[in-house]
């Protein structure tokens, strides 16, 4: 079946622009993650959403960073007045009710001039 | 101190050799435990959960140490496929799973 899919799979913007990246999670998956890897790191938590709800805004990294889930499904992260540290890989996960495994889509490499 | 631990390597290993990494994890309320696994500019896909008792599945083995909040996976028998980087990831109370840095493994012919 279809995996989780994001778009764009790479963007490249000027400083200051804002972009938006989106995200659509496997079919009947209530959570979905937002991570984001920069170059030679790990995973950095961003958001969790659990249906349209976010409980856990906690690692979003600043005030220009926003993300919305609409309808249970597809969510976008917005990044706003974008700047060079802000290029990495946008990872997107979900999994279903009650399970612990994240699926990861392909990511967004988000590159920032 | 970074919640979840790991040696980066590279383990540089020839094909056939057993190879160990291990992971550490500040957090004693940590609940449950997996090893994800990236491919070199691919995403983490899920590789095991680590239970208390231990598990196995093929030539990978996982243990679990809580009393040392400590992680590990054996690789016995590599294979050039699993070249790869190996993530430890903890899970606590909420549904956030806290990754690692990673772990690199290149096996050689």
């Known amino acids: 079946g279809a995996g989780v899919s994001q778009s764009p799979s790479n963007k490249v913007t000027e400083k200051g622009k804002d972009v938006e990246l989106r995200c659509d999670p496997i079919s009947g998956h209530t959570a979905l993650y937002w991570y984001r890897q920069s170059l030679g790191q790990g995973l950095e938590f961003l958001i969790y959403f659990q249906g349209n709800s976010a409980p856990d805004k906690s690692g979003l990294p600043s005030d220009r960073f926003s993300a919305e889930r609409t309808g249970g499904s597809v969510s976008t992260l917005t990044i706003q007045r974008t700047q060079q540290e802000d290029s990495a890989v946008y990872l997107c996960a979900s999994s279903p009710p009650g399970a612990e495994t994240q699926y990861f889509g392909p990511g967004t490499r988000l590159l920032v001039l | 101190r970074k919640e979840v631990e790991q040696d980066p390597g590279p383990f540089n290993v020839p094909e056939g050799a057993t190879v160990a990494f291990n992971c550490t994890y500040s957090n004693s309320a940590s609940q449950s435990f997996f090893w994800y696994r990236q491919d070199c500019r691919k995403e983490p896909k899920l590789l095991m959960s680590v239970y208390s008792s231990g598990n196995e599945d093929g030539r990978f083995t996982a243990q679990l140490n809580r009393a040392s909040q400590y992680i590990s996976l054996l690789i016995r028998d590599s294979k050039l496929s699993d070249s790869a980087t190996y993530l430890c990831?903890?899970?606590?109370?909420?549904?956030?799973?806290?990754f690692g840095t990673g772990t690199r493994l290149q096996v050689f012919p």
């Open positions: 990831v903890v899970k606590k109370d909420t549904d956030k799973l806290i």
